[in-house]
């Protein structure tokens, strides 16, 4: 029997890559099921390519909360991989993305999903940042930078937590590190971007998967890469059958 049979269409589908999150994933869902009551939605979390138990933590998942499903690549590909394979089998027309560390709350969810009336991407802004100042200001920096070469508008785009519109993200260009730049990308597409505060909490279990190359050098290359895609793009053509 297909999953359409078997479950009504979701009206959100909450996208979730993990790697390496078995402590994490139980937690997580369960929050979501809470944030989400009332609505029909479906978790789909994107194992890329763990080497602990995470894919077993979500199977057992999957007996308790029918929502859940598990989509795993067969080897590690990055986040915005992940991301891109998890829109890519939601069901729903609206997606929310959460990290799989646990910083993001789920709470936060529905009200991002309430912005979607005017913009087809919603961001989260960690307003009080729960990292280490280190990690603090490394973010900072990286924002600050691509705020100034993009001028998105987006004072959080690392944010993990954000809500979209799933035909509009898949005709997106795609690239390694693309999730950085979703509000650059958004627009470039013509669509509309808006900012809502959100919570941000500690790392409470596992470790990051990031370092300061991850988060800093390697996003200031790919800024350049966005400035290349902006220069070649212009949004706003109309097509007419006559």
């Known amino acids: 029997m297909s999953l359409a049979a078997t479950h009504p269409t979701p009206e959100i589908s909450v996208v979730i890559p993990v790697c390496n999150e078995v402590d994490n994933v139980a937690p997580l869902a369960g929050e979501i099921v809470a944030a989400l009551q009332g609505k029909p939605f479906e978790i789909l979390f994107v194992d890329d390519g763990s080497t602990d138990g995470t894919a077993a933590a979500i199977r057992?998942?999957?007996?308790?909360?029918?929502?859940?499903?598990?989509?795993?690549?067969?080897?590690?590909?990055?986040?915005?991989?992940?991301?891109?394979?998890?829109?890519?089998?939601?069901?729903?027309?609206?997606?929310?993305?959460?990290?799989?560390?646990?910083?993001?709350?789920?709470?936060?969810?529905?009200?991002?999903?309430?912005?979607?009336?005017?913009?087809?991407?919603?961001?989260?802004?960690?307003?009080?940042?729960?990292?280490?100042?280190?990690?603090?200001?490394?973010?900072?920096?990286?924002?600050?930078?691509?705020?100034w070469l993009l001028g998105d508008g987006t004072p959080d785009t690392g944010c993990g937590i954000k809500v979209m519109h799933r035909g509009q993200f898949l005709e997106l260009p795609r690239f390694d590190h693309m999730h950085r730049f979703l509000p650059a990308l958004f627009l470039r597409a013509g669509a509309r971007v808006v900012s809502v505060p959100v919570a941000h909490r500690p790392r409470a279990r596992g470790t990051s998967k990031y370092g300061l190359f991850d988060r800093l050098w390697v996003g200031i290359v790919d800024i350049f890469g966005v400035m290349w895609l902006r220069r070649r793009f212009r949004p706003g053509l109309q097509i007419r059958e006559d």
């Open 60 to 147: 057992e998942l999957r007996s308790r909360i029918p929502q859940v499903r598990l989509l795993r690549h067969s080897f590690r590909s990055g986040q915005s991989a992940a991301v891109c394979s998890g829109v890519r089998h939601a069901r729903a027309e609206w997606i929310a993305t959460l990290d799989g560390d646990g910083q993001n709350d789920p709470a936060d969810i529905p009200k991002l999903y309430e912005s979607r009336l005017v913009a087809e991407l919603v961001m989260g802004n960690r307003v009080q940042r729960r990292d280490t100042w280190l990690r603090h200001a490394q973010s900072r920096v990286a924002n600050g930078v691509r705020g």
